[in-house]
């Protein structure tokens, strides 16, 4: 008599490679990032649910066999990048692959989303982009970015002002952390 784990066992054993595609395709389906990976020839092997919402692209269009080139063309058309760009994005993102190392890119979206792509050669020739949504961090830098040059120019008014005054500890609490400039006409 053979037992249930042993009956599990030959169960899986028999299993056509098929049967694992399911599965695999919803745990793909349900990652944060978008996921898209590409054969030696650069056509398309797989893709995730997520790739095509990040990227606003229809399901039609980009699936398993459609080349990179008609991606990009089909992502242009989406608004996600100038049209006249398809040909120096293709040759560029395919010169770097070419090089063996995987890159970090970011891009606009025609949504005001910021994607962060990582593409990283396989083995055998392949390549996957995985994608991820940065706008909130692309949002907090370039508020960083704003709050540094607001700084800088309170700091370069601070010294060309006559008098300019950094808040003490005896400060009122609406004033703390922030300058307070004072300036004063020359006499003549």
Known sequence: MMSTRENEHGAHREQAPEALVAPSQLALDHMEQGVCVYDAHNRIVLVNQRYLTLFDMS?????????????????????????????????????????????????????????????????????????????????????????????STRSRTCRTASSCTMPTAASSSATAGSLTFTTSTPKS
């Open 59 to 151: 399901a039609d269009i980009v699936r398993v066999g459609t080349s990179y080139r008609e991606v990009l063309a089909h992502s242009a058309t989406r608004g996600n990048f100038p049209q006249d760009e398809i040909d120096a994005l293709y040759s560029a993102r395919l010169a770097q692959i070419a090089g063996g190392k995987p890159f970090r890119t970011e891009q606009r979206l025609a949504s005001g989303l910021v994607m962060a792509l990582e593409l990283k050669p396989l083995p055998g020739g392949g390549w996957m982009t995985i994608c991820d949504d940065v706008s909130r961090l692309a949002d907090s830098r370039r508020n960083c970015a704003c709050r540094r040059s607001v700084a």
